[in-house]
């Protein structure tokens, strides 16, 4: 398992498990990121700190701190 910060951007992923506090995995879980999901990783920006993911055709963006705490295996696209 592997954060999600360490995929490339253009990669795909599954996600495994959600770190974080309660509220926070809550929040991930509403937007449609859950255990077994499958998306991409459209950019990371460094200056900023931020991650943009593609789940089920909508653009998510996280912290950089946020996608720390997401456990993910990376799979071909």
Same mark, same amino acid.
């Given at each position: 398992m592997t954060p999600l910060t360490s995929l490339p951007p253009g990669g795909c992923g599954r996600l495994l498990s959600l770190g974080g506090e309660r509220s926070f995995r809550r929040r991930l879980m509403e937007l449609g990121l859950l255990p +077994?999901? =499958?998306?991409r990783l459209v950019r990371l920006v460094h200056v900023g700190g931020m991650? =943009?993911? =593609? %789940?089920? +055709?909508?653009? !998510?963006?996280?912290?950089?701190? /946020?996608?720390?705490? !997401? /456990? %993910? /295996?990376? !799979?071909?696209?």
């Open positions: +077994g999901t =499958e998306f991650v =943009e993911v =593609e %789940v089920r +055709g909508c653009h !998510i963006s996280l912290r950089m701190s /946020e996608a720390e705490q !997401i /456990e %993910v /295996e990376a !799979i071909a696209p």
